[in-house]
């Protein structure tokens, strides 16, 4: 299982990318590969927690919302004065 997890990673940075270079304009190529590559790694990260994670899809549910929580509403910084 470890082996195609690795695998996939392989072939996902290498295919995503290839597939996105064939869009006519340079920029949309650019930002599909950006998107799809993205959604690969969040699926990547929900498959993991799910396979490894300690309590199963709860645990990857709640992984998830932490990480898209933290990705859009950063945590405050506070000043030290």
Known sequence: MPKLFLLS??????????RAARA???RLGLRKAVIHVSAYFAFYLVGL???????????AVYMLFIVLA????????????
């Open 9 to 18: 990673i392989i072939i996902a940075l290498i295919a995503l990318p290839a």
């Open 49 to 59: 927690l799910l396979v490894y994670g300690k309590s199963g899809p709860v645990h």
């Open 24 to 26: 006519a304009d340079p």
């Open 70 to 81: 933290y990705r859009y509403f950063p945590p405050l910084q506070i000043k030290q004065q």
